[in-house]
C-alpha cells in the first residue's frame, strides 16, 4: 500500500520551514507528500496573553483536530508547543536533530543591562528569568510569529526582546544585534523539531519513524517528564535542559515563582542508557525543596 501523506502545519514562515523540511526528507525516502496548512487559535488570538488563553497545546490543537478528523495525516510541531500528554489515538512518531537550544537577546543598544529596561516576552519562563537576574527590569508581553515580534521589538520603545536562536536561524531572520542568553535555561525541547501521526495508519508512522533521531528523542524525553510531572504545561517559568555526551546524560531544570524571586535549581548527570524516570526524578527533588508550595502559589496567581 502507498499513499500521498499529508502534512499538517501551521501557516507561519517557521512552521512551514519545519514541514517542508519533513516533506524533503520523506520524499527523498521515496514518499509522495502533501503540505496542507492551517491557523491555530494562537495565532488568531495575539491580544492575550498565552497563559491567560488557557488552553495547553494552543498551537496545536487545530492540527490535532484536523488529524483525528482525517483531514491530514501527520503534523509538524515545535516540540516545545506540544502538550507533554497527546490526545488519545495519536504518537510521537518523530523527534528530527535538534538545533540550537538558547534564549537570545535581540536588543536596540546595550547600556540599559547596568540601569533600567523594559524587555518583551510571552513567555513567563523568560520573564521570571530575566527579573531573577534584573529585578529592576520592566517585562511587557509579545506575542505572535518570529517576524511579527521583531517588527513590534522595532515600532515600540522597549529595549529588547528574547527569542529562541532556533527559530530565527531557520528563517535566516537572525539579526546582528543580538546577544546569546547562555545563563537562561531554555524551554523544555526547544529547538526540537517533532513529527506525530495516528496509531491507526501505520503507513505515514512508519514512514516518519525513519526520520528520528535518538539523541533527540532522548533528552527530550528527560525534559518533558520534568515537565510533566512538575505540572507546567506552559503555564508556569519552568526550564530544562538535558545533553548527552558519548555515555552521559546531564541536566538541569529550574522552577522559579512568577517574580522571578524565588528559584530552584535541579543539575545531575546520570549513564544516557538509565533516562527513563529521571526527568521524574528531577522533577521530584524541586517539588520536595518547596516546589510544591511555588507551584500552588503560581496557579493561584494565574487563576
Keep these: 500500500m502507498s499513499k500521498t501523506i499529508r502534512i499538517g502545519t501551521r501557516d507561519s514562515q517557521l512552521a512551514l520551514w519545519q514541514a517542508h523540511t519533513v516533506q524533503t526528507q520523506l520524499e527523498s525516502l521515496g514518499y509522495d507528500t502533501q503540505i496542507i496548512s492551517v491557523k491555530s487559535t494562537g495565532d488568531l488570538l495575539l491580544d492575550k496573553p498565552l497563559y491567560e488563553l488557557g488552553i495547553t497545546g494552543i498551537f496545536t490543537k487545530t492540527l490535532d483536530i484536523a488529524m483525528i478528523n482525517g483531514q491530514v495525516d501527520i503534523a509538524v510541531h515545535s516540540m516545545k508547543d506540544v502538550p507533554t500528554k497527546l490526545p488519545k489515538g495519536m504518537l510521537q512518531s518523530a523527534v528530527l536533530p535538534r538545533a540550537n537550544t538558547q534564549d537570545i537577546l535581540v536588543h536596540k543598544n546595550l547600556d540599559f543591562l547596568e540601569t533600567h529596561g523594559t524587555i518583551a516576552t510571552g513567555s513567563l519562563r523568560r520573564q521570571a528569568q530575566w527579573l531573577h537576574k534584573y529585578p529592576d527590569h520592566k517585562v511587557v508581553d509579545l506575542r505572535g510569529n ?66 528520528n533521531d535518538k539523541t533527540t528523542e532522548i533528552s527530550t524525553h528527560v525534559e518533558r517528564e520534568f515537565l510533566q510531572v512538575l505540572e507546567g ?71
Excluded at 532556533?166 to 526540537?192: F, K
Excluded at 506525530?196 to 495508519?201: I, L, P, T, Y
Excluded at 526527568?279 to 496567581?301: D, F, H, P, W
Aim: some cysteine.
Design 146 to 211: 518570529v517576524n511579527t515580534r521583531l517588527q513590534k521589538l522595532a515600532d515600540n520603545p522597549w529595549d529588547g526582546a528574547i527569542f529562541a536562536k532556533a527559530g530565527l536561524e531557520r528563517i535566516q531572520v537572525l539579526p546582528q544585534n543580538h546577544i546569546d542568553l547562555d545563563w537562561m535555561i531554555p524551554a523544555p525541547a526547544q529547538g526540537a523539531m517533532v513529527v506525530v501521526s495516528m496509531e491507526n495508519d501505520p503507513y505515514s508512522t512508519e514512514a516518519v519513524r525513519k526520520l
Design 233 to 303: 504545561g506552559c503555564t508556569a517559568p519552568i526550564g530544562a535542559i538535558a545533553t548527552i555526551d558519548k555515555d552521559s546524560l546531564s541536566f538541569e531544570g529550574v522552577l522559579l515563582s512568577l517574580d522571578g524571586k524565588q528559584k530552584l535549581v535541579v543539575k545531575k548527570s546520570i549513564a544516557s542508557k538509565q533516562y527513563k524516570g529521571f526527568g521524574r526524578s528531577c522533577a521530584q527533588e524541586i517539588l520536595t525543596n518547596g516546589g510544591s508550595e511555588m507551584m500552588v502559589e503560581i496557579k493561584k496567581e494565574l487563576a
